[in-house]
């Protein structure tokens, strides 16, 4: 058991939390509900997981610890989802949290920080310009069943009567 410190799981905390950060805090200044706080948790947490999952050598395949981290970052995406009036709101916070772990999980296993740090801008750059977008353009906000739902039409016989 060793007793020193790792500089390779520290710069990927210190990268993936940066990183997570940044999308965090943009999630914050718009109001949603993903904060910085959960953001820079949610950072850590992959980080270490992943850390654990590759440093076990054979006790553990790094790959399903990776899609262990995946599957409950999913569950934690699924509870900033609301659905009110026939339209679900979250998503979008919902997939930020997913993206965050997959920038952290990048740091982690490839060490690619430069990389999660520019992910991240690309990733506040992106949902800027949509929401401004959104703004312009009536026709981009929400989803088409959400759209159809304020509009008060309903899809339902037409979707659960396409085959799948």
Same mark, same amino acid.
């Given at each position: 058991?060793?007793?020193?410190?790792?500089?390779?799981?520290?710069?990927?905390?210190?990268?993936a939390?940066?990183?997570?950060?940044?999308?965090g805090?943009?999630?914050?200044?718009?109001?949603?509900?993903?904060?910085?706080?959960?953001?820079?948790?949610?950072?850590?947490?992959?980080?270490?997981?992943?850390?654990?999952?590759?440093?076990?050598?054979?006790?553990?395949?790094?790959?399903?610890v990776?899609?262990?981290?995946? =599957?409950? #970052? $999913?569950?934690?995406?699924?509870?900033? @989802?609301?659905? /009110?009036?026939?339209?679900?709101? !979250?998503?979008?916070? +919902?997939?930020?949290?997913?993206?965050?772990?997959?920038?952290?999980?990048?740091?982690?296993?490839?060490?690619?920080?430069?990389?999660?740090?520019?992910?991240?801008?690309? =990733?506040? #750059? $992106?949902?800027?310009?949509?929401?401004? @977008?959104?703004? /312009?353009?009536?026709?981009?906000? !929400?989803?088409?069943? +959400?759209?159809?739902?304020q509009?008060?039409?309903?899809?339902?016989?037409?979707?659960?009567?396409?085959?799948?």
């Amino acid at each position: 058991m060793g007793t020193t410190l790792d500089p390779a799981l520290w710069a990927a905390v210190a990268a993936a939390s940066v990183s997570g950060g940044i999308i965090g805090l943009e999630r914050q200044l718009a109001g949603r509900a993903l904060g910085v706080r959960t953001a820079v948790l949610v950072s850590i947490g992959t980080v270490v997981f992943v850390h654990v999952g590759s440093s076990m050598g054979g006790q553990a395949d790094p790959a399903r610890v990776l899609g262990q981290v995946v =599957t409950g #970052v $999913g569950f934690l995406g699924a509870g900033v @989802l609301f659905q /009110r009036d026939g339209t679900v709101s !979250g998503l979008t916070t +919902a997939a930020s949290v997913w993206l965050i772990a997959a920038i952290a999980a990048t740091i982690a296993v490839a060490g690619h920080a430069w990389d999660g740090l520019l992910l991240a801008i690309l =990733t506040v #750059v $992106g949902l800027r310009v949509m929401r401004a @977008l959104e703004r /312009r353009l009536p026709c981009l906000r !929400g989803t088409p069943v +959400a759209r159809e739902a304020q509009r008060g039409e309903d899809q339902t016989g037409e979707v659960t009567s396409r085959p799948g």
